[in-house]
């Protein structure tokens, strides 16, 4: 019996919006020529893997790469541990810089909108009873 290599609904190439995995991974499936899929069938399967929901942060995933980390870090000499957390500990406090900074820009241009607003309704804007 004649198969045909289809991808596995996990292949990387199955869902472009998903993570590309490392290895491939296909299943073989029966070719049955007396039976072909009617392009409504095939529709109907396409709409449903699009509408199926699906993320490309999986629990899963991230519990692996968690894992391959953990034992990366392990694997390091004492001064190699030092260097990562010296490193993690500056590349932390930049985000939070850049938070804090991103903070502060908003609060800024909410002020700075309030008291054109105020300057516009109290300066600009003439007075009714006073025409």
Do not use: C
């Amino acid at each position: 019996m004649r198969r045909r290599l289809t991808p596995h609904p996990l292949h990387p190439l199955s869902y472009p919006s998903r993570v590309a995995y490392q290895h491939l991974v296909w299943r073989a499936e029966p070719m049955n020529p007396e039976n072909p899929r009617d392009p409504s069938r095939r529709l109907r399967e396409s709409e449903e893997q699009l509408n199926r929901p699906s993320s490309p942060f999986s629990s899963e995933a991230i519990k692996g790469l968690l894992t391959k980390i953990q034992t990366w870090y392990q694997g390091l000499s004492n001064t190699g541990k030092l260097v990562v957390a010296g490193v993690s500990v500056v590349i932390g406090f930049g985000f939070l810089n850049l938070f804090l900074r991103l903070v502060t820009t908003l609060i800024t241009l909410a002020v700075l909108g309030g008291a054109l607003y105020l300057g516009y309704k109290f300066l600009i804007e003439s007075d009714p009873s006073q025409n």
